[in-house]
């Protein structure tokens, strides 16, 4: 059984910086991908970052890019998402999701509805 776990949310000013992780277990893959998606109230779920394991290629959306990084800790199956340089617009709920692909398939653009498994999302709040 596939387990999402997201830590490492909080209220940070403008310009700070959180690094959120996503501990990943309960399946073994070559083909897949994590990806970072937040969520606003009244809004589509906006996928941020993602990462393919298999060759480590990533994907950034145009509103993080530069200013996030997605990661992977093969020993401790942790991705994370490091964030720089926070935005109050930054603010939302983040989940983890992990999608089955092809071995041909790319992993953007990001569609939420494609992903297989969720973890249950970690506040991130910026504010002065």
């Known amino acids: 059984q596939v387990q999402l776990v997201e830590s490492g949310g909080g209220s940070v000013q403008p310009g700070g910086s959180l690094r959120l992780s996503c501990s990943a277990s309960g399946f073994d893959l070559e083909y897949y991908a994590i990806g970072w998606f937040r969520q606003v109230p009244g809004k589509e779920r906006e996928g941020v970052a993602s990462?393919?394991?298999?060759?480590?290629?990533?994907y950034y959306s145009d509103s993080v890019r530069g200013r996030f990084t997605i990661s992977k800790d093969f020993s401790a199956n942790t991705i994370y998402l490091q964030m720089n340089n926070l935005r109050p617009e930054d603010t939302a709920v983040y989940l983890c999701g992990m999608i089955v692909l092809s071995p041909v398939q790319e992993i953007a653009p990001m569609r939420w509805r494609e992903y297989d498994d969720w973890g249950q999302g970690t506040q991130v709040t910026v504010s002065s």
């Open positions: 990462i393919r394991p298999r060759d480590y290629q990533t």
